[in-house]
């Protein structure tokens, strides 16, 4: 049954369900209610004790009844959890669609191998990514092919964007629609220029939240959701900045570059790391142009890393 069914059967007076869309000290911040020009409210929530015994917390991200307890104060209570299609361990959030990685073009230039790292860290977690490079209004031609050239085999969706002057933003939002999206990406490198661009309301809606914890600025940064449209949240992960990757073997790290698959097949050796073997097609298709030399070394990179933790 679809959401907007489940909220017109309840038959509940004062109960709405909503998405949490960030928890900080036990309570928690639920987007909630009916679509209207204003958009819906954001309720100061704490869930019920029944949570507890159940050992289930609430996570940002959740879909969620609540029941107002005060309308005009914006206050209720989390009464159940709907079922969750996914659960992801760092940070530990829920109900996440596909991720979006950002990075500038330049100012700053792009750091490859914290992208391949996000990258690596997304699918682990089985996400689908973006890569979305911002401020191409500033960048040379140039700058922007070797890009291309670098990542147009990786596997993943690549645009291209402003969110200075909207090129490319109307694509990728056709690519967040209807989605839960989790953002990932070094500081610098205009997230919040593009959040705003496609939701001029969102620092707003922060706002509301900062107003309603009245409890000065917190230094931690936490999780947080953004509506951008119905059924459209963008997600800002600080657990994604992280530069560790989830433990892995150092064999299997090649998986995660799937431009090697076409010629890694056919190395001479089955077991085959593409680092230092006799016979390596896929360093024979490095030679030949036909694999980026960016992406290359920053697997040699991330497979030394690996091997580097097995001794400790």
Not at 253 to 267: K, S, T
Request: aromatic letters at 8%; hydrophobic letters at 35%; charged letters at 30%.
């Amino acid at each position: 049954m679809k959401d907007k069914d489940m909220l017109r059967e309840s038959g509940k007076d004062g109960m709405l369900q909503g998405k949490i869309i960030k928890g900080i000290a036990g309570f928690y911040y639920v987007y909630a209610g009916e679509d209207t020009e204003e958009g819906k409210r954001i309720y100061e929530c704490k869930a019920k004790g029944i949570f507890r015994k159940e050992k289930k917390k609430p996570l940002v991200g959740d879909n969620v009844w609540i029941e107002v307890l005060d309308e005009k104060a914006g206050i209720g209570s989390i009464t159940s959890i709907l079922p969750r299609h996914n659960e992801l361990i760092r940070p530990a959030v829920a109900n996440i669609d596909q991720a979006l990685v950002i990075f500038a073009i330049v100012k700053p230039e792009p750091n490859f191998n914290l992208l391949d790292r996000f990258l690596i860290m997304m699918e682990q977690q089985g996400l689908c990514s973006i890569i979305c490079f911002n401020k191409q209004d500033i960048a040379a031609k140039e700058e922007k092919e070797m890009l291309q050239r670098a990542y147009a085999s990786c596997g993943r969706r690549v645009l291209f964007v402003s969110a200075k002057d909207g090129e490319g933003m109307e694509e990728l939002r056709t690519l967040l629609q209807n989605k839960t999206t989790a953002v990932a990406g070094p500081s610098g490198v205009g997230k919040s220029s593009m959040i705003n661009y496609l939701n001029p309301k969102a620092g707003m809606e922060t706002g509301e939240i900062s107003r309603k914890i009245d409890r000065g600025k917190h230094t931690t940064r936490h999780s947080e959701i953004i509506a951008l449209h119905e059924n459209t949240y963008i997600m800002d992960t600080p657990g994604f900045t992280s530069l560790k990757m989830f433990s892995m073997e150092k064999e299997d790290l090649h998986r995660y570059y799937p431009e090697f698959a076409e010629y890694g097949a056919d190395c001479r050796f089955s077991g085959c790391v593409h680092i230092n073997e006799p016979g390596c097609k896929v360093k024979q298709a490095l030679e030949k142009g036909k694999i980026s030399h960016v992406r290359y070394k920053n697997y040699r990179a991330l497979y030394q890393e690996l091997q580097e933790q097995k001794k400790y």
